[in-house]
């Protein structure tokens, strides 16, 4: 058995780009992101994938997590203030994951068609786990395309994606069709909520190959970020004979 997570936290830019409520109710960056570090250090779970970390955060987390493996992928596209100026040191956007053993690299890419959104993929003893973000906006499918292709060539032990995938799970399963896509209890929050109830949705997604999901659930994390925090068990598959 495994537990995983995974938490879009919301970068400040992007916040203040596009007049998210984080900025209005936490106007001091730096107590938001203590913030965010107290949750992800209280949490269990074994591998935690977070997207949108500044910077500032990343650095946040590694004080923070001394016993914890945390590798990040730096994107290339640096955000970029359009309506005021950034509260940070570091501004330079990461995927990052958390977990409690060591880990392997296997690859830190942004995808082709968006320098601000990409794949970070470790491999422990026990399975292959990746983070990532989509872009959505109909550069999706090509997008779940790459994630289907870079995990093809990991079929020795299972594979968990994590992350914000920008779309609906039905997409996700279509394109990785041997896949589970982790579905919440019908009664669970949207991963993405707004304040107009019609507008939330599902888009932060975990996908599992060659585990079983006994267990999903998705928790609100207040106004800490715009997207709240998905977590399931996994009961991993036994490796292959050789």
């Given at each position: 058995?495994?537990?995983?997570?995974?938490?879009?936290?919301?970068?400040?830019?992007?916040?203040?780009?596009w007049?998210?409520?984080?900025?209005?109710?936490?106007?001091?960056?730096?107590?938001?992101?203590?913030?965010?570090?107290?949750?992800?250090?209280?949490?269990?779970?074994?591998?935690?994938?977070?997207?949108?970390?500044?910077?500032?955060?990343?650095?946040?987390?590694?004080?923070?997590?001394?016993?914890?493996?945390?590798?990040?992928?730096?994107?290339?596209?640096?955000?970029?203030?359009?309506?005021?100026?950034?509260?940070?040191?570091?501004?330079?956007?990461?995927?990052?994951?958390?977990?409690?053993?060591p880990?392997?690299?296997?690859?830190?890419?942004?995808?082709?068609?968006?320098?601000?959104?990409?794949?970070?993929?470790?491999?422990?003893?026990?399975?292959?786990?990746?983070?990532?973000?989509?872009?959505?906006?109909?550069?999706?499918?090509?997008?779940?395309?790459?994630?289907?292709?870079?995990?093809?060539?990991?079929?020795?032990?299972?594979?968990?994606?994590?992350?914000?995938?920008?779309?609906?799970?039905?997409?996700?399963?279509?394109?990785?069709?041997?896949?589970?896509?982790?579905?919440?209890?019908?009664?669970?929050?949207?991963?993405?909520?707004?304040?107009?109830?019609?507008?939330?949705?599902?888009?932060?997604?975990?996908?599992?190959?060659?585990?079983r999901?006994?267990?999903?659930?998705?928790?609100?994390?207040?106004?800490?970020?715009?997207?709240?925090?998905?977590?399931?068990?996994?009961?991993?598959?036994?490796?292959?004979?050789?």
């Amino acid at each position: 058995m495994i537990t995983v997570a995974t938490w879009n936290v919301l970068h400040r830019i992007h916040a203040d780009n596009w007049g998210e409520e984080a900025p209005r109710r936490w106007p001091n960056e730096a107590a938001r992101i203590s913030a965010v570090t107290e949750w992800v250090a209280s949490r269990s779970e074994q591998v935690i994938a977070l997207q949108e970390v500044s910077g500032d955060l990343l650095n946040s987390l590694r004080i923070a997590l001394p016993d914890r493996t945390v590798p990040y992928f730096r994107y290339p596209r640096m955000p970029t203030p359009r309506r005021t100026a950034a509260e940070l040191t570091e501004p330079a956007e990461y995927l990052v994951l958390i977990l409690d053993k060591p880990a392997r690299p296997l690859v830190a890419e942004a995808f082709p068609d968006d320098p601000g959104k990409g794949v970070l993929a470790v491999q422990t003893d026990e399975l292959v786990a990746v983070a990532t973000h989509l872009s959505g906006r109909g550069r999706t499918n090509g997008q779940l395309d790459r994630l289907a292709a870079l995990t093809r060539e990991h079929t020795d032990r299972p594979v968990v994606l994590l992350g914000d995938f920008n779309t609906g799970r039905d997409a996700v399963a279509q394109h990785l069709p041997d896949f589970t896509v982790a579905i919440p209890p019908e009664d669970a929050p949207p991963t993405r909520p707004r304040e107009r109830a019609g507008r939330s949705r599902t888009i932060d997604h975990i996908v599992v190959r060659g585990a079983r999901i006994t267990e999903v659930g998705v928790e609100i994390t207040g106004d800490r970020s715009d997207h709240n925090f998905v977590h399931a068990a996994l009961a991993l598959d036994p490796p292959p004979r050789i």
